[in-house]
């Protein structure tokens, strides 16, 4: 039985009592887990697993073939033992919140100026994301600013669903990328909806609204190619 990835339906649920399923040296794996696993330029989550009242630190999740999440820990467990996992809860809303607004971004850069992502990354301090465009200005990227904050500071919850794989492929206004289809999980697309503005396809964390998010900056670019531009964010 593969782990159950609560952050899939409940991203805001940080914290999970639940079943060691199987152990290796340094690592354990769970019936369910909170801990985002990577993807999409989103890092792993980190934080900490107790056990019969002792903490240990979880620094990094990964998935194996049968879909079992491994919590890398200096934890002793066993299987068939409960334990509890607990998400750093603040670093983990920190990069929801970059993650919404480089939705809000890619879309507003796509809408505006035709430019789709070609990669991305969120950290605890900033964000990044390149797109496929030929030239940048002050004036496009202020406009740019002026558009995502104008939403960020609007109040529009964030919602998610699910799409067969064959009803995603009738639904090209779900993508934000040419050359990169987002993965299917069991036969499905995750499709994280800002209300009233964008949906698109995304297997990440985010905020529960806009509003959350806050105003932010657009406050380095660089040149990565002839078609390819890279903007930086930070949280104003």
């Known amino acids: 039985m593969s782990t159950q990835r609560i952050y899939l339906n409940t991203p805001q649920q940080t914290h999970v009592v639940t079943t060691v399923v199987a152990t290796r040296p340094g690592a354990f794996a769970v019936a369910a887990s909170p801990f985002f696993v990577g993807g999409g330029g989103q890092p792993v989550d980190t934080g900490v697993v107790s056990v019969d009242g002792a903490n240990q630190r979880i620094e990094h999740v990964e998935v194996d073939a049968?879909?079992?999440?491994?919590h890398?820990?200096?934890?002793?467990?066993?299987?068939?033992?409960?334990?509890?996992?607990?998400?750093?809860?603040q670093r983990r809303r920190t990069i929801s919140r970059y993650h919404t607004a480089l939705h809000v971004l890619n879309t507003l850069a796509l809408t505006h100026y035709q430019a789709w992502i070609t990669g991305a990354q969120m950290t605890?301090?900033?964000?990044?994301?390149?797109?496929?465009?030929?030239?940048?200005d002050p004036v496009m990227l202020a406009d740019l600013e002026a558009r995502m904050n104008a939403v960020l500071v609007a109040y529009h919850p964030v919602h998610y669903r699910y799409l067969s794989v064959a009803e995603f492929a009738e639904r090209s206004d779900l993508l934000r990328t040419k050359n990169v289809q987002p993965p299917a999980y069991r036969g499905q697309v995750r499709v994280v909806e800002i209300e009233g503005f964008d949906a698109q396809a995304c297997g990440g964390t985010h905020a529960e609204s806009t509003h959350e998010v806050g105003p932010c900056c657009i406050y380095k670019s660089e040149n990565k190619g002839k078609q390819n531009k890279r903007l930086y964010i930070r949280f104003a």
Request: hydrophobic share 55%.
């Open 66 to 70: 049968e879909d079992h999440i491994w």
């Open 72 to 89: 890398h820990s200096a934890a002793v467990v066993m299987p068939g033992q409960a334990v509890d996992l607990v998400v750093d809860k």
């Open 124 to 136: 605890e301090d900033y964000a990044r994301i390149d797109f496929a465009i030929e030239w940048l």
